[in-house]
Nanobody, 124 residues
Framework: QVQLVESGGGLVQAGGSLRLSCAAS????????MGWFRQAPGKERESVAA????????YYIDSVKDRFTISRDNAKNTVYLQMNDLKPEDTGVYYC?????????????????WGQGTQVTVSS
């Protein structure tokens, strides 16, 4: 089993920044990718960003490119999401996830473990 704990969410004004962290513990895979997803009220969960095991390959949904940066520290089993220039449409519950696949994926069904989520609210 793998446990994921997210932190760093909160309330911020439009144009502001937040940094989300997600620490993995337990029996992690030998090489695993990590991703961030979000879900707004009344909407389906969507992929925001993903990073491969090596950190060399990264995926971003178009709406966050040039504003969000995903990174990871394998020594700490932690993935980060730096979010800049936040917009009200970025509001939602942000979840991190771990996949046994070494490449980062945008598809939720390719992830094996999920965190409990952290709320991000961007006011206009």
């Amino acid at each position: 089993q793998v446990q994921l704990v997210e932190s760093g969410g909160g309330l911020v004004q439009a144009g502001g920044s937040l940094r989300l962290s997600c620490a993995a513990s337990g029996r992690t895979f030998s090489a695993y990718s990590m991703g961030w997803f979000r879900q707004a009220p009344g909407k389906e969960r969507e992929s925001v960003a993903a990073v491969s095991w090596t950190g060399d390959e990264k995926y971003y949904i178009d709406s966050v490119k040039d504003r969000f940066t995903i990174s990871r520290d394998n020594a700490k089993n932690t993935v980060y999401l730096q979010m800049n220039d936040l917009k009200p449409e970025d509001t939602g519950v942000y979840y991190c996830a771990v996949s046994h696949r070494s490449y980062g994926s945008k598809w939720p069904h390719e992830y094996d473990y999920w965190g409990q989520g952290t709320q991000v609210t961007v006011s206009s």
